[in-house]
């Protein structure tokens, strides 16, 4: 039957970056820009998926296999696929929110990371998604953490992410959007001009219920939940976290437990000290101190020193399942994506994150085809094509800075054979 609607665009999106398109066209100009984030120059979050395209695939031509396993565990956690939702804040983009991306996962079949800082309660989440792990900062008093951690536990999650690396960065060269504390009448006059021009969200929110911008998942015993605003107020107050601390999160916690925002050999090397089941290698998508390096620079090292101990995840810059097999090839068991399923939830909803999923199992499929392998775990650097100086090497014992003329000089740590190495153009 011919389309009667010729005009109408297919729902079904091929690549994340058309996912963006979408919901840039979809949003207010400030809600869009708060999901782009970045601070400083925005170098890092670029930085991030631009590494990404130096490294270069070693295809076989012949002796490809006909059936590939894509599947793995996280943390003893079944996954279809070596991917997880990283937990993202305030994702009321769309009235269903985080609930929508933990049922896309859950239809996917993969583990779900909710944020402290989400738009729903973590039990709706859960309700959602059987795999969800519930994700602290290291804010307001013991007291209160072992509060959230205890109503976590109730609600069934069944792992805590804890993020610790955040330094509290400001400006940006372009500019921060401004974001209401609250959706009271003046907020709703000063967003007006942005909801005409982006009719289709405004009606949907209309028909939902305005949000209230607070973080149900720092509510006390007693009392409201603190608006977005307040809960960052503590945060930024709450004195930072000493290794020591960090290990009394994870002993209160008593389950599986990840550390997430490791670049450094030494704080991976702590991370074992302490107990953590896993460490997510990741500069917090750009979002924190700017000019740190690609997450995936930083990723062959720090495999390479604690991989046979740890669970080493990669979160930061990827858009396609060939991120997520050059990030497998380097060592890391999974990946955690961000602002990837942030668009295909403004794209789509619930459809649209499953949509991104699928573009991710596709492009991973096709990556451990095009390089002869059954599994995803006979991935290897022998399968990219590595530049040389590639890695950034932060924090191991005896290594050069790395931005010093010594490291530069240095050479690959892995063997020629099974790392083939490009010469750059100066």
């Known amino acids: 039957m011919a389309n009667l609607w010729p005009w109408k665009k297919n729902p079904w999106f091929e690549t994340v970056l058309e996912a963006q398109r979408r919901t840039k066209a979809f949003l207010p100009p400030s809600v869009y820009a708060a999901l782009v984030a970045g601070s400083e120059r925005g170098r890092t979050p670029q930085e991030n998926m631009d590494a990404f395209g130096d490294l270069q695939f070693a295809p076989h031509v012949a002796g490809h296999q006909p059936d590939r396993d894509l599947s793995t565990t996280i943390m003893g956690i079944p996954s279809s696929m070596p991917v997880m939702i990283s937990p993202t804040g305030v994702q009321a983009i769309r009235p269903e929110g985080e609930v929508a991306v933990a049922k896309a996962a859950q239809a996917r079949g993969i583990p779900m990371g909710l944020s402290s800082f989400a738009s729903k309660p973590v039990e709706e989440v859960t309700a959602a998604n059987e795999n969800t792990f519930f994700q602290m900062y290291w804010t307001g008093s013991r007291e209160a953490m072992v509060q959230r951690m205890e109503r976590a536990r109730a609600a069934g999650a069944v792992g805590l992410i804890s993020t610790t690396d955040w330094s509290f960065s400001i400006g940006r060269d372009w500019g921060s959007p401004a974001i209401p504390e609250r959706m009271n009448l003046p907020a709703i006059i000063k967003m007006a001009p942005e909801g005409i021009i982006r009719p289709k969200w405004t009606l949907k929110w209309l028909l939902s219920g305005l949000p209230d911008l607070t973080a149900p998942n720092l509510k006390p ?19 930072p976290p000493s290794w020591e601390d960090i290990e009394w999160l994870r002993k209160e916690w008593g389950g599986k437990f990840m550390l997430k925002g490791v670049t450094r050999v030494d704080d991976a090397k702590r991370a074992i000290d302490i107990g953590a089941d896993a460490i997510s290698v990741s500069n917090h998508g750009g979002n924190n101190l700017d000019t740190t390096p690609a997450a995936i620079r930083c990723l062959p090292a720090v495999a390479d020193a604690v991989g046979d101990q740890i669970e080493v995840l990669l979160d930061g810059g990827v858009r396609r399942g060939g991120d997520v097999a050059k990030a497998l090839a380097l060592g890391a068991r999974a990946v955690l994506i961000g602002r990837a399923y942030l668009w295909g939830l403004g794209a789509n909803g619930q459809t649209g994150v499953e949509n991104v999923l699928d573009l991710l199992r596709m492009g991973l499929d096709s990556a451990v085809l095009g390089l002869g392998h059954k599994s995803i775990g ?49």
């Open 378 to 426: 006979e991935l290897s650097p022998a399968d990219l094509l590595i530049p040389e100086g590639f890695e950034a090497v932060l924090g191991a014992t005896g290594a050069p800075a790395p931005d010093s003329a010594a490291a530069k000089k240095q050479t690959p740590k892995k063997p020629a054979a099974k790392r083939p190495v490009e010469k750059l153009v100066e």
């Open 221 to 239: 015993p007693t009392g409201p939940a603190p608006t977005f605003f307040q809960a960052y107020g503590e945060w930024m107050q709450t004195p």
